[in-house]
């Protein structure tokens, strides 16, 4: 979106996150959603990013959380991995698209004949969790605190900070590829840099030099790399999202500098993957909702090397309605006519809250959105102040989103952060509910109270 849109977050790990928060308990007078502290800092490995989002940039220690960016960005998706040091803690499971496009849905098993009918398809959808091995443990958690809605989408990124990264670090994706090979209806969705120093501030000049080198062949080997490594680990029918967030300023891997030299080696790449015996990966083209640095329809490589159309969306900025990032130009709607125009199915590889807070109302009508045009798959940016499980600054958001997913609506289990019960602490009887102030209170989700008979004068 436009510079004044433009998000200013880190993406980058840090070394070592390695500080231990102190937690104040504090009892809430009422209020929905997850209690009011935040949990530990938002998903250790949350990748970070400027504009948008972008992989972390160190897979052997935990990027920080991101900042929230001052200006709004279109580009608002969680980081990938950093520069890789050592594998994924190994704790959680071990571990061509051909001329005709393979089916957009992975295709289950050959079952036995039954005279039932067959059950309706189970929405795709997942969340950002993590870009390494704790992203993939998370799926299971939030699944649990969905009441057991489950999660068909894995999504993570790959390291921007060096080409070897890019080819997909040794030990980074076995994991993924573990739980994607679990059951045949499961989708692993990769974010891959197109090119190298990825969230660098490279200048525009250099850039548009890169771009050109890409487009006449340069780096193909990268990803051919890339393409043989998942492969061999059993998962050729991942969904790549190539360069996204292209129309920003956040990534080098930006289409700006030279629109006509970025669909070129955009094509290069995917004609260079397509060609690893074996492979049947889809590619999704992901801009950020609205105009941000240059329109992503001038960015569009064309037909033959898109598989999905996708979208970067997030409730940003400050002010603006749900129905105007519906209408807004290059907007939701000019996103779902695009897509249908050119035949392809949509998707939101990020999406979640931002500028406007705790928006329960944009929870519920995103959540509509997607459902009523067909999204191929959703993921949900799930670290604050995007999210609404790892983040507890969004309880009535939360709300929404775990009663419109749930196929019930059970006691909630404890949070992955805190360990404590993810639930809303009840009002309480014995305690006097103190006034702070509306903005303090929305910040909390609801009031403090003060419980009397804490303190006895001395006998």
């Known amino acids: 979106m436009a510079s004044q849109q433009r998000r200013a977050r880190s993406r980058r790990p840090a070394l070592a996150v390695a500080t231990a928060a102190a937690a104040v308990s504090m009892v809430l007078a009422s209020g929905p959603g997850p209690a009011v502290a935040d949990p530990a800092p938002v998903p250790s490995t949350a990748p970070a990013r400027t504009d948008q989002a972008a992989p972390p940039q160190d897979l052997g220690t935990q990027p920080e959380p991101p900042t929230a960016p001052a200006a709004q960005t279109a580009d608002t998706a969680p980081p990938a991995p950093a520069a890789v040091t050592t594998p994924p803690d190994p704790a959680v499971t071990e571990s061509a698209s051909p001329a005709s496009p393979s089916p957009l849905q992975p295709t289950a ?18 969340a950002y969790l993590d870009f390494g091995a704790r992203g993939v443990a998370r799926i299971a958690q939030l699944s649990a605190w969905l009441g057991g809605a489950e999660l068909r989408v894995g999504h993570t990124y790959l390291p921007g900070d060096q080409w070897r990264n890019i080819e997909g670090p040794p030990g980074f994706l076995d994991v993924w590829a573990h739980w994607r090979r679990e059951k045949d209806d499961r989708m692993l969705v990769l974010n891959v840099p197109m090119l190298e120093r990825n969230e660098e501030g490279v200048s525009d000049p250099e850039v548009r030099d890169l771009l050109q080198r890409g487009a006449a062949g340069e780096f193909d080997h990268h990803f051919r790399a890339l393409a043989e490594r998942l492969v061999a680990l059993g998962v050729p029918d991942t969904v790549i999202v190539l360069g996204w967030e292209m129309n920003g300023t956040t990534y080098t891997h930006r289409c700006g500098p030279d629109p006509q030299a970025w669909k070129a080696y955009w094509n290069r790449i995917v004609t260079a993957v397509r ?6 990966f889809r590619f999704d083209f992901a801009p950020t909702r609205g105009k941000d640095a240059v329109p992503w329809t001038e960015c569009y490589p064309g037909d033959d090397t898109v598989d999905i159309i996708g979208m970067d969306a997030y409730d940003q900025p400050s002010g603006l309605s749900f129905d105007e990032q519906v209408s807004e130009p290059l907007g939701l709607q000019e996103h779902v006519d695009f897509a249908r125009a050119h035949g392809k199915p949509v998707s939101y590889p990020e999406w979640g809250l931002f500028r ?15 459902d009523r045009h067909g999204a191929l798959y959703n993921t949900l940016t799930d670290y604050c102040p995007h999210g609404v499980w790892q983040c507890r600054r969004n309880p009535r958001s939360s709300a929404v989103y775990r009663s419109l997913l749930s196929p019930e609506s059970p006691e909630p289990p404890e949070s992955p952060e805190t360990g404590g019960s993810s639930a809303s602490p009840q009002r309480r009887d014995d305690c006097t509910p103190i006034a702070l102030g509306s903005w303090l209170e929305s910040r909390l989700g609801g009031r403090l109270c003060l419980r009397l008979g804490w303190w006895s004068p001395a006998r």
């Open 275 to 280: 060609a690893v015996p074996g492979q049947r």
């Open 109 to 126: 098993p050959a079952s036995t004949p039954s005279t039932a009918p067959a059950p309706a398809p189970t929405p795709a959808f997942g």
């Open 356 to 370: 406007n807070g705790d928006n329960a109302e944009y929870m519920r009508r995103m959540l509509d959105w997607m």
